[in-house]
């Protein structure tokens, strides 16, 4: 899971706690997501808001799978109760 309060990041500021840059940044998948500005907005929105972000975006199939690949590449069970 992430650990950690939203707003508490360890790390970079702004970063829930548990993030991985290397792990995100070596997947092509996601690489190539973040080539797209919508994507890389929603990124942003996450590092920002954390779990709110992703409130924003559940009925975007197409964020909610480069989401779910980023919370894959960090290791992360995704938030609760959603399917991975």
Partial sequence: GMGGMPGMGGGMPG???GMDFSKIMGDP???AAMQNPKMMQ???????NGPT????YQNDPEVMRLIMKIQGAMGG????????
């Fill in 15 to 17: 970063m829930p706690a």
């Fill in 29 to 31: 998948e996601i690489m």
């Fill in 42 to 48: 929603v990124f942003m929105d996450m590092q920002s």
């Fill in 53 to 56: 972000a992703i409130m924003k």
């Fill in 77 to 84: 069970g995704g938030m609760g109760g959603m399917p991975n």
